[in-house]
């Protein structure tokens, strides 16, 4: 309290004074106000844009589209909205397609993860102290690698003359080399991979919180272990399952770089359609329509994310 | 009894589970020292590809880059982040909360083709109206990663205050103590174990990314990430198996140093609320 005076004091100049006496009154509003204003302007500032050359002409110039708002010559405003991007992606059945098997490729490897990441977060939360801090860690660590290294490591495994073929022709099990790299199994397998720490964590954290004194009074009462599971364990980790699956699930329909390193050409995801139609293509427009069309596809799911969190936060 | 059938079964999954976390990595890091230049095929022991890593300017120029915007990401999405965290968890209701909660959780789960995407066609339009960003590069891609980092901090920031006892800094305004002195005397300084951990993981986050900085980058400026991408996009290469491991290495001993601390840091202060319990 002291030192906020004496710079109060030193402070002559009136401006400096009445500077540092707002923020001493408003510093509450300076708090929210600088995190919000970098997340409007550089987090829901871009979708506006994404969405405005959505509805773009593409034209080969510099950017490649359209202007929404252009001035006719006797000076009024045109507002140019071209459907034509959506309507493309309408009428492409290769879209479609491709949302379709992007959810598909998405839920399926969420179940897996949950097959996976559901008995592990059950064994950590009941190992003993040193052996759930050991696990815990094991599981947190590839999240600290990198993504990018994890999934290249499953290229020399799965390479027609990778380590698992090597291994099985060894073995004498097969003769011929599978082809398991470039394939939808291939996707599967990276993206499992690298996402069943997400299922685990919220599972284990909200396994952990649990009263397990619950089930032991199930077996005293004389339930069988599948009754206890699925009439005290399976709903009250309910919470923990939605979250996890929603967190392995929703990045997972975007994923760009699990289906170009691991399924090639041969696995069609949105979130490489978008990349190609941006980068190869520089149909900006289209691009665009293909975000929005993506969004649309997964704002449901966001917001139950978003739903589920917030009721988490509030239950804290 | 059927106890010990099912823990037969969580303990086979469980080992099944952490030997497919690590046996790719274990994979990654022998054939790095393949004699080989063709990954898969062992052509005994040797470090040559390390050599060669080494002597690649690309790779030091690439890891110099991506360093740099980790770093400077990191510090601002560690203060963006907190402050975010404070706002949502200590002020009660404010005009537009709603949406400030929105937009702090929705880049965790954005899939990173949108983020960049969005971003990328933001820098041009900026550029047209006010001639900023002049050019896409360090100031983009950090700008962009500060972004979703911030939101990954305040996650941590808002569970760790939600988590806190308050009545240290109830009992600092009881003693007259304004509410701006207790946030910097006492409610920072216990949160800076979740600021290390937030800045930590904001570092990370940011030279693991490869999608949104090749969306955001320009001309000349490729951080690690788009460099191994362009390289391993074309097949197997054991250099890339040297980076890794020395990657997975670095990365191994941080967190168990990390790790370490925050146990020891802990059981402190365990004892300390101990000690002070018993003496009150």
Request: with cysteine; aromatic share 12%.
């Amino acid at each position: 309290m002291n030192d906020v005076a004496e710079t109060t004091e030193v402070v002559q100049s009136g401006l400096g004074q009445r500077i540092l006496r707002s923020l001493q009154t408003n510093w509450k509003r300076l708090i929210i106000l600088v995190p919000f204003l970098w997340l409007l302007i550089f987090f829901l500032a871009p979708f506006f844009i994404v969405t405005k050359i959505s509805v773009s002409e593409a034209v080969i110039q510099s950017p490649p589209f359209t202007p929404m708002i252009a001035w006719a010559e006797d000076g009024a405003m045109q507002i140019r909205l071209v459907f034509d991007n959506f309507a493309y992606l309408w009428d492409d059945p290769l879209y479609a397609k491709t949302y379709l098997n992007s959810v598909m490729i998405a839920g399926f490897s969420t179940i897996l993860c949950l097959l996976l990441g559901y008995p592990m977060a059950y064994a950590i939360v009941r190992s003993s102290h040193t052996a759930k801090h050991i696990l815990l860690m094991l599981v947190i660590l590839p999240f600290w690698t990198s993504f990018l290294l994890r999934v290249y490591a499953w290229m020399g495994l799965l390479a027609d003359q990778g380590t698992i073929n090597n291994l099985l022709i060894a073995l004498g099990i097969i003769d011929q080399p599978i082809q398991m790299l470039y394939t939808t199994f291939a996707v599967y397998v990276g993206i499992v991979y690298t996402y069943v720490p997400f299922m685990i964590l919220p599972l284990y954290a909200n396994m952990e919180k649990l009263d397990w004194t619950l089930l032991e009074a199930a077996a005293d009462l004389g339930a069988r272990p599948m009754t206890t599971f699925l009439t005290i364990t399976l709903p009250m980790t309910l919470p923990g399952i939605i979250a996890g699956s929603l967190l392995v699930f929703i990045p997972a329909t975007g994923e760009y770089v699990i289906p170009d390193l691991l399924g090639g050409g041969n696995v069609l995801m949105i979130g490489r359609i978008l990349y190609n139609e941006f980068n190869a293509n520089v149909d900006w427009p289209v691009a665009s329509a293909v975000a929005i069309a993506l969004l649309v596809v997964l704002v449901v799911p966001m917001m139950l994310y978003q739903h589920f969190q917030s009721k988490a936060d509030g239950a804290t | 009894m059927s106890n010990g059938k099912r823990s037969y079964f969580l303990i086979t999954t469980t080992c099944f589970g952490i030997a497919f976390l690590y046996i790719p990595m274990l994979m990654l890091i022998i054939y790095s020292f393949n004699e080989s230049r063709i990954v898969p095929v062992w052509g005994g022991f040797s470090t040559k590809w390390y050599g060669v890593l080494f002597e690649s300017e690309e790779i030091w120029e690439a890891l110099t880059l991506s360093f740099k915007i980790a770093t400077v990401n990191a510090c601002f999405a560690t203060v963006l982040g907190t402050l975010a965290g404070l706002a949502l968890v200590r002020f009660g209701r404010f005009k537009g909360r709603t949406l400030f909660n929105g937009m702090i959780s929705a880049p965790l789960v954005m899939p990173e083709v949108i983020t960049g995407l969005s971003l990328l066609l933001l820098f041009i339009t900026l550029k047209e109206f006010i001639g900023w960003p002049d050019q896409r590069g360090f100031t983009t891609i950090t700008i962009a990663h500060i972004t979703f980092s911030m939101a990954y901090v305040a996650v941590i920031i808002q569970s760790r205050l939600s988590g806190m006892a308050q009545d240290l800094e109830e009992a600092a305004q009881d003693l007259g103590a304004k509410p701006l002195r207790v946030l910097i005397d006492i409610t920072l300084p216990l949160l800076a174990p979740g600021m290390v951990a937030g800045w930590l993981l904001a570092f990370t986050l940011s030279l693991d990314d490869l999608v949104i900085a090749s969306f955001v980058t320009g001309p000349g400026a490729v951080t690690l990430p788009i460099l191994i991408y362009s390289r391993v996009r074309l097949g197997l290469r054991p250099d890339i198996n040297a980076l890794a491991t020395i990657i997975i290495l670095v990365v191994a001993i941080g967190v168990l140093i990390a790790a370490w601390i925050m146990f020891r840091q802990q059981r402190q202060r365990e004892l300390e609320l101990k000690m002070t319990s018993e003496e009150v």
